[in-house]
């Protein structure tokens, strides 16, 4: 049973180190999830410049630039998109594993809740088996005790009726030789 108890409290630490790595996790998903919102909003900040009112089909090199920084634009955006979707997913995930191990460190504390109480429930039937064995051989030594002074006084009883009957047949041994003789003669 000690070996069982020391199983669940292993496991109980295990469970609440990962709820503690779950936590770290979790405040980490949330953190570049804001860096994500930041990215977000600073490319919404980011406005080009108003073209000049010239002719830009005479400077190549202007379109050249425009072209570059409208597709840079969809790229940065791609990519908030899925470092959103990314953080996203990885912050339900943690949910996820939390909500697995808060179920599991519940089921846990419950299973040590029950030996707990299953150790105590056998400790306390062990000290009542232990007082009843007492008890019991507290009559049996009462018993043999009792047993042993009743042996001893018949036995003192039995030599004191011998020696009284040795001494009858003493008695009666002269006194049946003195009758024999007596009526013999």
């Known amino acids: 049973k000690m070996a069982t108890t020391q199983v ?6 295990t469970t ?43 400077f190549p090199n202007v379109i050249e630039l425009q072209k570059q920084n409208q597709e ?13 979707a990314i953080t996203k997913r990885h912050l339900e995930h943690m949910e996820d594993l939390h909500r697995v191990c808060n179920n599991r460190l519940v089921a846990t504390e419950t299973a040590l809740q029950r ?17 009843t064995v007492q008890e019991m051989v ?8 009792t047993e042993t002074q009743e042996s001893t006084q018949v036995e003192l009883y039995m030599t004191e009726l011998e020696q009284a ?9 002269h006194d049946v030789i003195s009758l024999t003789t007596a009526s013999t003669v």
């Open 16 to 58: 609440r180190r990962l709820q503690e790595e779950i936590e770290t996790n979790k405040r980490l998903a949330s953190s570049l999830l804001q860096k994500a919102n930041h990215l977000k909003d600073q490319a919404v900040v980011v406005v080009p410049p108003s073209p000049p009112t010239a002719h830009l089909d005479a």
């Open 8 to 13: 669940i409290e292993l496991l109980f630490e």
């Open 72 to 84: 840079l634009e969809l790229t940065v955006n791609d990519y908030k998109d899925v470092l959103e």
């Open 165 to 173: 009957n040795a001494v009858y047949r003493k008695v009666l041994g």
């Open 138 to 145: 507290t009559i049996m030594r009462t018993a043999v005790e």
């Open 115 to 131: 030996e707990r109480e299953h150790t105590s429930s056998l400790s306390t039937q062990n000290i009542k088996l232990q007082a």
